[in-house]
């Protein structure tokens, strides 16, 4: 089952420790993570897995990317 946050102020409220933690299993091809990973660190992971090429970005990820870059925090 996978997790996901509704938006970027969502994103912005979780623990950076734990997305990173996420990002980098999700990077390395790890399988989806359990019930027992926070929400943090399933936005790392599912983010690392499509930046590595391991799946493909799903609307509510490209939904969030829209929400950062109408913020103008990427290019």
């Known amino acids: 089952m996978t997790r996901s ?3 970027l102020a969502a ?3 979780l623990d950076d420790q ?3 933690e996420g990002y980098w299993s999700g990077r390395d091809g790890d399988p989806e993570p359990g019930d027992n990973r926070s929400l943090a660190f399933w936005h790392g992971w599912r983010n ?3 930046d590595f ?3 493909q970005i799903d609307a509510e990820q490209m939904k ?3 929400e950062f870059v109408a ?3 990427a290019a």
Do not use: F, L
Request: aromatic fraction near 0%; charged fraction near 30%.
């Open 5 to 7: 946050v509704p938006n």
């Open 11 to 13: 994103v912005e409220a």
């Open 18 to 20: 734990e997305m990173i």
């Open 48 to 50: 690392g897995a499509v």
């Open 53 to 55: 090429k391991h799946r």
């Open 64 to 66: 969030i990317a829209g």
């Open 71 to 73: 913020k103008g925090r």
